[in-house]
């Protein structure tokens, strides 16, 4: 299983990296590429680097069967568009891992998409990465999904289809 591991550009997410550096050590069959940003941590079992500039970024991501990452949407959109299944550990307010929970927020609404995986306590990582590694044997490739509904798709469909721009909201 190839992956890439990625905890976005803004704050180092320890926990993610050593959990994750933790289970490559134990599954070395798998090979792990890792965007770790600022952290303090070495790891021993991660292709890791602080930052890959968005040319290498997008590669990995093209390369990588699946993706792992906090619950940021850049981290779920870049593996959905490319339908790759991902599973992210979302940063926590209260352990100091970004400002406030939305990123808790985000992955209970994605949980619901098909290919996404949530592990809602690093203790879980283990078991969602079982899950993943049966989910790509199963089906390598998640189903895209539609980005055609919704109130703005609908106004653009519309200025597309007669040329009226839509009406304001009061």
């Not at 790891?43 to 968005?54: E, G, I, V």
């Not at 906090?70 to 490319?82: Q, S």
């Not at 599973?87 to 949980?111: G, M, W, Y």
């Not at 879980?124 to 989910?135: F, G, H, I």
């Amino acid at each position: 299983m190839k992956l890439l591991l990625t905890v976005g550009a803004q704050m180092p997410f320890d926990r993610l990296v050593d959990a994750m550096d933790g289970w490559a050590g134990l599954h070395p069959e798998a090979s792990v590429r890792a965007q770790i940003g600022p952290s303090a941590l070495c790891p021993t079992h991660l292709r890791a680097q602080p930052f890959l500039d968005p040319e290498h970024f997008e590669r990995a991501c093209d390369e990588a069967d699946a993706i792992v990452g906090h619950a940021g949407t850049g981290t779920l959109f870049a593996a959905l568009e490319r339908g790759k299944p991902v599973l992210v550990l979302p940063r926590r307010a209260d352990l100091r891992e970004t400002r406030n929970d939305h990123q808790l927020a985000t992955a209970r609404r994605f949980a619901l998409r098909p290919g996404v995986l949530v592990a809602w306590e690093a203790r879980e990582l283990p078991a969602q990465l079982e899950r993943l590694a049966v989910l790509l044997r199963a089906a390598p490739v998640v189903p895209v999904p539609a980005q055609t509904d919704g109130p703005l798709f609908d106004a653009l469909r519309a200025f597309i289809d007669t040329g009226a721009l839509p009406t304001a909201r009061p």
